[in-house]
Protein backbone atom coordinates (compact mmCIF):
# COMPACT_ATOMS: atom_id res chain seq x y z
CA UNK A 1 0.00 0.00 0.00
CA UNK A 2 1.42 3.36 -0.83
CA UNK A 3 2.02 5.69 2.35
CA UNK A 4 0.29 9.05 2.17
CA UNK A 5 3.65 10.76 2.73
CA UNK A 6 4.77 9.50 -0.70
CA UNK A 7 1.83 10.75 -2.37
CA UNK A 8 2.28 13.98 -0.67
CA UNK A 9 6.09 14.27 -2.21
CA UNK A 10 4.61 13.03 -4.94
CA UNK A 11 1.71 15.13 -5.28
CA UNK A 12 4.10 18.08 -4.43
CA UNK A 13 6.97 17.72 -6.80
CA UNK A 14 4.42 17.14 -9.67
CA UNK A 15 2.59 20.53 -8.81
CA UNK A 16 5.76 22.55 -8.65
CA UNK A 17 6.40 21.14 -11.90
CA UNK A 18 3.13 22.11 -12.89
CA UNK A 19 3.06 25.51 -11.80
CA UNK A 20 6.76 26.81 -11.40
CA UNK A 21 6.88 26.81 -15.71
CA UNK A 22 3.88 29.96 -15.05
CA UNK A 23 6.29 31.94 -13.39
CA UNK A 24 8.70 32.09 -16.56
CA UNK A 25 6.66 34.90 -18.61
CA UNK A 26 6.91 37.49 -15.75
CA UNK A 27 10.13 36.04 -14.45
CA UNK A 28 12.37 34.60 -17.27
CA UNK A 29 15.58 33.74 -16.16
CA UNK A 30 14.69 32.54 -12.21
CA UNK A 31 11.63 30.74 -13.47
CA UNK A 32 13.56 28.47 -16.64
CA UNK A 33 16.27 28.26 -14.09
CA UNK A 34 14.22 26.98 -11.66
CA UNK A 35 12.38 24.71 -14.04
CA UNK A 36 15.89 23.49 -15.15
CA UNK A 37 16.93 22.33 -11.56
CA UNK A 38 13.27 21.16 -10.75
CA UNK A 39 13.90 18.84 -13.89
CA UNK A 40 16.91 17.31 -12.65
CA UNK A 41 16.44 16.56 -9.40
CA UNK A 42 12.92 15.30 -9.01
CA UNK A 43 13.25 11.80 -9.52
CA UNK A 44 16.35 11.62 -7.32
CA UNK A 45 13.57 13.62 -4.66
CA UNK A 46 11.35 10.47 -5.21
CA UNK A 47 14.34 7.80 -4.85
CA UNK A 48 15.90 9.11 -1.66
CA UNK A 49 12.67 10.03 0.16
CA UNK A 50 9.38 7.30 -1.36
CA UNK A 51 9.08 4.12 -1.92
CA UNK A 52 7.02 4.60 -4.91
CA UNK A 53 7.34 3.15 -8.38
CA UNK A 54 8.53 5.37 -10.74
CA UNK A 55 8.47 3.33 -13.93
CA UNK A 56 4.72 5.22 -15.00
CA UNK A 57 6.28 8.73 -13.95
CA UNK A 58 9.21 8.37 -16.99
CA UNK A 59 5.94 9.55 -19.41
CA UNK A 60 4.72 12.50 -17.34
CA UNK A 61 8.25 13.70 -16.86
CA UNK A 62 8.73 13.93 -20.59
CA UNK A 63 5.34 15.33 -20.61
CA UNK A 64 6.01 18.15 -18.40
CA UNK A 65 9.64 19.02 -19.71
CA UNK A 66 7.75 19.54 -22.88
CA UNK A 67 4.98 21.65 -21.56
CA UNK A 68 7.58 23.80 -20.04
CA UNK A 69 10.12 24.85 -22.56
CA UNK A 70 7.08 25.49 -24.33
CA UNK A 71 5.91 27.83 -21.89
CA UNK A 72 9.03 29.03 -22.28
CA UNK A 73 8.83 29.86 -26.18
CA UNK A 74 5.60 31.51 -25.86
CA UNK A 75 7.05 33.95 -23.03
CA UNK A 76 9.46 35.17 -25.89
CA UNK A 77 6.31 36.36 -27.66
CA UNK A 78 5.13 38.37 -24.29
CA UNK A 79 8.59 39.97 -23.44
CA UNK A 80 11.15 39.81 -26.12
CA UNK A 81 11.84 43.03 -27.62
CA UNK A 82 14.78 41.92 -30.41
CA UNK A 83 12.46 40.30 -33.08
CA UNK A 84 16.07 38.83 -34.77
CA UNK A 85 16.67 36.91 -31.47
CA UNK A 86 12.84 35.72 -31.59
CA UNK A 87 12.98 34.42 -35.05
CA UNK A 88 16.14 32.28 -34.15
CA UNK A 89 14.76 31.27 -30.91
CA UNK A 90 11.54 30.12 -32.39
CA UNK A 91 13.65 27.91 -35.31
CA UNK A 92 15.61 26.49 -32.61
CA UNK A 93 11.98 25.12 -30.53
CA UNK A 94 10.33 23.84 -33.38
CA UNK A 95 13.98 22.46 -34.81
CA UNK A 96 13.51 20.72 -30.91
CA UNK A 97 9.89 19.74 -31.46
CA UNK A 98 10.05 18.10 -34.45
CA UNK A 99 13.38 16.23 -33.27
CA UNK A 100 11.18 14.87 -30.29
CA UNK A 101 8.48 14.16 -31.86
CA UNK A 102 10.30 11.76 -34.20
CA UNK A 103 12.61 10.11 -31.29
CA UNK A 104 9.05 9.24 -29.78
CA UNK A 105 8.17 7.52 -33.38
CA UNK A 106 11.47 5.17 -33.83
CA UNK A 107 12.93 5.67 -30.26
CA UNK A 108 16.47 6.13 -32.17
CA UNK A 109 19.07 8.04 -29.35
CA UNK A 110 21.34 9.31 -31.67
CA UNK A 111 18.10 11.55 -32.90
CA UNK A 112 18.44 13.98 -30.04
CA UNK A 113 22.19 14.59 -31.01
CA UNK A 114 21.09 15.55 -34.45
CA UNK A 115 17.64 17.70 -32.32
CA UNK A 116 19.05 19.06 -29.65
CA UNK A 117 18.06 21.16 -26.99
CA UNK A 118 19.61 24.80 -28.27
CA UNK A 119 16.33 26.79 -27.31
CA UNK A 120 16.66 26.73 -24.31
CA UNK A 121 20.20 27.66 -23.34
CA UNK A 122 20.03 30.65 -26.66
CA UNK A 123 17.16 31.31 -24.36
CA UNK A 124 18.68 31.75 -21.11
CA UNK A 125 21.79 33.42 -22.71
CA UNK A 126 19.58 36.08 -23.80
CA UNK A 127 17.73 36.69 -20.85
CA UNK A 128 21.29 36.87 -19.05
CA UNK A 129 21.78 39.51 -21.30
CA UNK A 130 18.59 41.27 -20.18
CA UNK A 131 19.67 41.69 -16.97
CA UNK A 132 22.18 44.38 -17.75
CA UNK A 133 21.36 45.54 -21.18
CA UNK A 134 18.68 46.02 -23.43
CA UNK A 135 18.91 42.70 -25.80
CA UNK A 136 18.31 45.12 -28.88
CA UNK A 137 22.28 45.88 -28.74
CA UNK A 138 22.91 42.02 -29.53
CA UNK A 139 23.08 41.90 -33.49
CA UNK A 140 22.08 39.36 -36.02
CA UNK A 141 26.04 38.19 -36.10
CA UNK A 142 26.18 38.15 -32.31
CA UNK A 143 22.85 36.05 -32.37
CA UNK A 144 23.78 33.63 -34.63
CA UNK A 145 27.53 33.37 -32.80
CA UNK A 146 26.06 32.24 -29.69
CA UNK A 147 23.74 29.88 -31.04
CA UNK A 148 26.14 28.27 -33.05
CA UNK A 149 28.56 28.43 -29.67
CA UNK A 150 25.94 26.71 -27.63
CA UNK A 151 25.00 23.97 -30.17
CA UNK A 152 28.35 22.76 -30.48
CA UNK A 153 30.10 23.63 -27.30
CA UNK A 154 27.18 23.26 -24.39
CA UNK A 155 24.48 20.85 -26.04
CA UNK A 156 26.13 18.71 -28.52
CA UNK A 157 28.49 17.26 -25.88
CA UNK A 158 25.43 17.12 -23.16
CA UNK A 159 23.01 15.13 -25.80
CA UNK A 160 25.75 12.78 -26.57
CA UNK A 161 26.80 12.42 -22.77
CA UNK A 162 23.15 11.67 -21.69
CA UNK A 163 21.60 10.32 -24.61
CA UNK A 164 23.87 8.21 -26.74
CA UNK A 165 26.98 7.48 -24.12
CA UNK A 166 23.98 7.03 -21.18
CA UNK A 167 26.96 8.24 -18.65
CA UNK A 168 25.95 9.79 -15.47
CA UNK A 169 27.79 12.79 -14.17
CA UNK A 170 27.74 12.09 -10.70
CA UNK A 171 28.67 8.52 -11.26
CA UNK A 172 31.79 9.29 -13.42
CA UNK A 173 33.30 12.19 -10.61
CA UNK A 174 32.89 9.32 -8.24
CA UNK A 175 34.63 6.84 -10.13
CA UNK A 176 37.41 9.47 -10.05
CA UNK A 177 37.00 12.61 -8.11
CA UNK A 178 39.89 14.84 -10.34
CA UNK A 179 37.07 14.51 -12.82
CA UNK A 180 35.77 17.47 -11.03
CA UNK A 181 38.70 19.64 -12.59
CA UNK A 182 37.90 18.62 -15.79
CA UNK A 183 34.00 19.48 -15.83
CA UNK A 184 35.48 23.19 -14.05
CA UNK A 185 38.11 23.79 -16.50
CA UNK A 186 35.05 23.41 -19.04
CA UNK A 187 33.11 26.02 -17.44
CA UNK A 188 35.57 28.42 -17.18
CA UNK A 189 36.08 28.03 -21.44
CA UNK A 190 32.70 28.27 -21.77
CA UNK A 191 32.59 31.38 -19.48
CA UNK A 192 35.34 32.63 -21.28
CA UNK A 193 33.50 32.23 -24.54
CA UNK A 194 30.36 34.03 -23.28
CA UNK A 195 33.11 36.94 -22.33
CA UNK A 196 34.50 37.19 -25.84
CA UNK A 197 30.98 37.60 -27.12
CA UNK A 198 30.13 40.08 -24.96
CA UNK A 199 32.88 41.94 -24.27
CA UNK A 200 32.24 45.48 -27.04
CA UNK A 201 28.76 45.57 -26.03
CA UNK A 202 27.52 49.53 -24.17
CA UNK A 203 28.23 49.85 -20.83
CA UNK A 204 25.60 48.01 -18.20
CA UNK A 205 23.10 49.92 -17.06
CA UNK A 206 22.73 50.09 -12.81
CA UNK A 207 20.78 46.95 -11.12
CA UNK A 208 19.29 44.07 -12.47
CA UNK A 209 16.35 43.62 -15.16
CA UNK A 210 14.78 40.82 -13.32
CA UNK A 211 11.52 40.83 -13.73
CA UNK A 212 9.86 41.19 -17.32
CA UNK A 213 7.37 44.55 -17.95
CA UNK A 214 3.87 43.50 -16.31
CA UNK A 215 1.02 43.76 -18.89
CA UNK A 216 -1.69 44.46 -16.93
CA UNK A 217 -3.30 47.07 -19.45
CA UNK A 218 -1.73 45.02 -22.36
CA UNK A 219 -4.27 44.49 -25.23
CA UNK A 220 -6.94 41.36 -24.89
CA UNK A 221 -5.92 38.46 -27.00
CA UNK A 222 -9.44 38.10 -29.12
CA UNK A 223 -9.17 42.12 -29.59
CA UNK A 224 -8.77 43.35 -33.41
CA UNK A 225 -5.41 44.12 -33.65
CA UNK A 226 -4.56 48.00 -33.99
CA UNK A 227 -2.91 48.35 -38.08
CA UNK A 228 0.94 49.31 -38.32
CA UNK A 229 1.51 53.03 -39.15
CA UNK A 230 3.54 51.70 -42.04
CA UNK A 231 1.41 52.03 -45.39
CA UNK A 232 0.09 48.48 -46.35
CA UNK A 233 1.20 47.71 -49.86
CA UNK A 234 -2.06 47.09 -52.34
CA UNK A 235 -3.73 43.99 -52.63
CA UNK A 236 -1.87 43.14 -48.71
CA UNK A 237 -3.98 42.22 -46.12
CA UNK A 238 -3.47 44.79 -42.77
CA UNK A 239 -2.56 42.61 -39.54
CA UNK A 240 -6.29 43.21 -38.79
CA UNK A 241 -8.18 41.47 -41.63
CA UNK A 242 -5.34 38.83 -41.27
CA UNK A 243 -6.84 38.14 -37.48
CA UNK A 244 -10.48 38.33 -38.66
CA UNK A 245 -10.01 35.23 -40.81
CA UNK A 246 -10.74 32.42 -39.16
CA UNK A 247 -7.88 30.39 -40.67
CA UNK A 248 -4.61 33.05 -40.34
CA UNK A 249 -0.26 32.29 -39.92
CA UNK A 250 -1.64 32.52 -35.71
CA UNK A 251 -3.86 29.68 -36.23
CA UNK A 252 -1.82 27.80 -38.71
CA UNK A 253 1.14 28.28 -36.22
CA UNK A 254 -1.09 26.89 -33.43
CA UNK A 255 -2.22 24.02 -35.56
CA UNK A 256 1.98 23.11 -35.99
CA UNK A 257 2.38 23.68 -32.33
CA UNK A 258 -0.32 21.63 -30.92
CA UNK A 259 -0.02 18.71 -33.00
CA UNK A 260 3.39 17.87 -32.12
CA UNK A 261 3.06 18.61 -28.83
CA UNK A 262 0.24 16.05 -28.95
CA UNK A 263 2.03 13.71 -30.96
CA UNK A 264 4.72 13.44 -28.54
CA UNK A 265 1.91 13.35 -25.98
CA UNK A 266 0.22 10.57 -27.64
CA UNK A 267 3.55 8.58 -27.56
CA UNK A 268 3.73 9.06 -23.77
CA UNK A 269 0.28 8.23 -22.85
CA UNK A 270 -0.87 4.67 -22.49
CA UNK A 271 -3.12 2.88 -24.08
CA UNK A 272 -3.49 5.36 -26.83
CA UNK A 273 -4.69 3.61 -30.07
CA UNK A 274 -5.04 6.88 -32.28
CA UNK A 275 -2.53 7.31 -35.01
CA UNK A 276 -0.88 10.23 -35.76
CA UNK A 277 -3.11 11.05 -39.17
CA UNK A 278 -6.32 11.51 -36.65
CA UNK A 279 -4.16 13.03 -34.05
CA UNK A 280 -3.43 15.82 -36.51
CA UNK A 281 -7.63 16.07 -37.69
CA UNK A 282 -8.43 16.02 -34.04
CA UNK A 283 -5.91 18.51 -32.89
CA UNK A 284 -7.04 20.77 -36.06
CA UNK A 285 -10.48 20.50 -34.70
CA UNK A 286 -9.42 21.37 -31.48
CA UNK A 287 -8.06 24.62 -32.41
CA UNK A 288 -9.93 26.14 -35.40
CA UNK A 289 -12.99 25.31 -33.06
CA UNK A 290 -11.28 27.50 -29.95
CA UNK A 291 -10.26 29.99 -32.25
CA UNK A 292 -14.14 30.25 -33.58
CA UNK A 293 -15.29 30.61 -30.09
CA UNK A 294 -13.37 34.20 -29.77
CA UNK A 295 -14.41 35.17 -33.23
CA UNK A 296 -17.75 34.69 -32.61
CA UNK A 297 -17.04 36.47 -28.69
CA UNK A 298 -15.44 39.30 -30.48
CA UNK A 299 -18.11 39.94 -33.32
CA UNK A 300 -20.76 39.90 -30.45
CA UNK A 301 -18.62 42.34 -28.03
CA UNK A 302 -17.53 39.89 -25.92
CA UNK A 303 -13.98 39.86 -25.05
CA UNK A 304 -11.83 37.86 -23.20
CA UNK A 305 -11.02 40.08 -20.01
CA UNK A 306 -8.86 37.81 -17.74
CA UNK A 307 -6.33 34.69 -18.86
CA UNK A 308 -7.27 32.94 -15.99
CA UNK A 309 -11.51 32.71 -17.16
CA UNK A 310 -10.53 32.00 -20.72
CA UNK A 311 -8.19 29.18 -19.70
CA UNK A 312 -11.37 28.19 -17.33
CA UNK A 313 -13.78 28.36 -20.63
CA UNK A 314 -11.53 26.92 -23.26
CA UNK A 315 -10.92 23.64 -20.45
CA UNK A 316 -14.46 23.36 -20.49
CA UNK A 317 -14.95 23.22 -24.29
CA UNK A 318 -11.74 21.24 -24.85
CA UNK A 319 -12.76 18.82 -22.05
CA UNK A 320 -16.34 18.33 -23.96
CA UNK A 321 -14.35 17.82 -27.08
CA UNK A 322 -12.10 14.84 -25.49
CA UNK A 323 -15.18 13.11 -24.14
CA UNK A 324 -16.45 13.17 -27.52
CA UNK A 325 -13.25 11.74 -29.02
CA UNK A 326 -13.07 9.24 -26.23
CA UNK A 327 -16.54 8.04 -26.96
CA UNK A 328 -16.16 7.85 -31.16
CA UNK A 329 -12.38 6.64 -31.58
CA UNK A 330 -13.68 3.07 -30.71
CA UNK A 331 -16.18 3.23 -34.27
CA UNK A 332 -12.88 3.95 -35.77
CA UNK A 333 -10.28 1.28 -34.32
CA UNK A 334 -9.01 3.87 -31.54
CA UNK A 335 -8.86 4.18 -27.87
CA UNK A 336 -7.43 6.84 -25.32
CA UNK A 337 -6.80 6.66 -21.87
CA UNK A 338 -9.57 9.25 -20.39
CA UNK A 339 -8.03 9.72 -17.15
CA UNK A 340 -4.19 10.51 -18.64
CA UNK A 341 -5.89 12.48 -21.69
CA UNK A 342 -7.95 14.94 -19.95
CA UNK A 343 -4.75 15.97 -17.38
CA UNK A 344 -2.41 16.35 -20.91
CA UNK A 345 -5.73 18.63 -22.43
CA UNK A 346 -5.26 20.86 -19.65
CA UNK A 347 -1.50 21.40 -20.60
CA UNK A 348 -2.51 21.74 -24.27
CA UNK A 349 -5.21 24.32 -23.56
CA UNK A 350 -2.74 26.27 -21.10
CA UNK A 351 0.01 26.63 -23.81
CA UNK A 352 -3.35 27.68 -26.65
CA UNK A 353 -4.37 30.18 -24.07
CA UNK A 354 -1.34 31.61 -23.17
CA UNK A 355 -0.05 31.93 -27.01
CA UNK A 356 -3.06 34.05 -28.05
CA UNK A 357 -2.83 36.35 -25.52
CA UNK A 358 1.11 36.69 -26.17
CA UNK A 359 1.05 36.69 -29.83
CA UNK A 360 -1.27 39.07 -29.84
CA UNK A 361 1.32 41.18 -27.96
CA UNK A 362 4.42 40.42 -30.11
CA UNK A 363 2.03 41.73 -33.53
CA UNK A 364 1.31 44.64 -31.47
CA UNK A 365 4.69 45.43 -29.99
CA UNK A 366 6.71 45.03 -33.54
CA UNK A 367 3.78 46.79 -35.34
CA UNK A 368 4.38 49.59 -32.87
CA UNK A 369 7.82 50.07 -32.75
CA UNK A 370 8.93 49.49 -36.21
CA UNK A 371 11.73 48.03 -34.79
CA UNK A 372 12.03 44.85 -36.64
CA UNK A 373 13.38 45.47 -39.71
CA UNK A 374 16.22 47.75 -38.63
CA UNK A 375 17.19 44.78 -36.28
CA UNK A 376 17.20 42.31 -38.79
CA UNK A 377 19.65 45.13 -41.08
CA UNK A 378 22.42 44.88 -38.62
Known amino acids: MVETSDLLIFWAVVMARFLIPLSIPRYPLPGVLACLILDGVDQTIFQL ?37 FKLD ?13 FELVHLRPLLLIFPNTFEYFFIFY ?16 LITAAALIWIFVKIPQEYWIHVAQLDTTD ?6 SNALIL ?8 GMAWWLLRDLPPTRPGLEIAAAPIAAAPIAAAPIAAAPAVVPSGAETAKEQQERLINKQVIEKIVLISLLTIIFAQILPEVRANNLQIAIIVAVFVVINTALSHWLTRHGRHWRSIIREFIVMSAVNMGIVLLINYLLPRYNGSINLESTLFFILLLTLNITLYDRYWQLHVNNHNNSGSGKE ?3 K
Request: hydrophobic letters at 45%; proline letters at 4%.
Open 127 to 142: EAVRLKWDPKVLTKSK
Open 90 to 102: RFLFYYRLVGVAI
Open 172 to 177: WIKANP
Open 49 to 85: FTNLPLEGYQGYDKALDIYYLTITYLSTLRNWSNLYA
Open 375 to 377: EEK
Open 184 to 191: IAYAAFLL
